[in-house]
């Protein structure tokens, strides 16, 4: 049996470019390190005293149900959705957590954002993190689940969103002459 190797990794797994990455959290949270950092998730908002209790970094290699190589490093962000301080976070105190998280793992700062959700009651929840918005003094993270998708499937699609909003569609490139 042949193991593959790093090198015969060929397709990538880009982030979507809706979702954040850590790199473009942490830059939108540099320009309001004084705001409230809210996290909103299934219909409800985040307890204020939430509480970050891990920062992860994995570098992953999968084969697709296509049968094609894939790799892509992810960051985790877990959430503990508790009361458990009577502050509510700040973008500052957000970034000096994942700033101390680099100084022991290297975070590939445009890598996949996922966030683990739970109440430590419920089972961890998979989300992903929209761009930040600054309302007032606060900073409002959307996050939505993290749903499962078919790789190829999901290239298909995009060659014919390609194909079809060029001119002729998927049709030969000669009626465009």
């Known amino acids: 049996m042949n193991a593959l ?29 004084k705001h409230r950092v809210t996290f909103r998730y299934d219909g409800r908002t985040a307890r204020p005293g939430y509480h ?13 149900c296509g049968a094609n190589p894939e790799s892509w490093d992810e960051i985790f962000v877990q959430l503990w959705d508790v009361d458990d301080s009577p502050e509510q976070m700040t973008a500052g105190k957000f970034s000096a957590i994942v700033r101390k ?15 683990e959700v739970s109440d430590g009651i419920l089972p961890m929840q998979l989300h992903r993190a929209a761009a930040p918005e600054a309302v007032e003094d ?7 689940p993290r749903p499962a998708s078919c790789k190829p499937r999901d290239r298909w699609l995009a060659e014919q969103s390609k194909s079809a909003s060029g001119c002729c569609g998927s049709v030969s490139a000669k009626c465009c002459q």
């Open 101 to 115: 998280v680099t100084e022991h793992v290297a975070l590939d700062m445009d890598a996949r954002l996922t966030f």
């Open 138 to 144: 606060e900073i409002v993270v959307e996050l939505s």
């Open 5 to 33: 190797g790093k090198d015969d990794v060929v397709a990538t797994v880009l982030p979507d470019p809706g979702e954040a990455t850590i790199g473009s959290l942490l830059g939108f949270f540099a320009c309001h390190p």
């Open 52 to 64: 970050v209790t891990e920062v992860k970094a994995g570098a992953f290699a999968a084969l697709d």
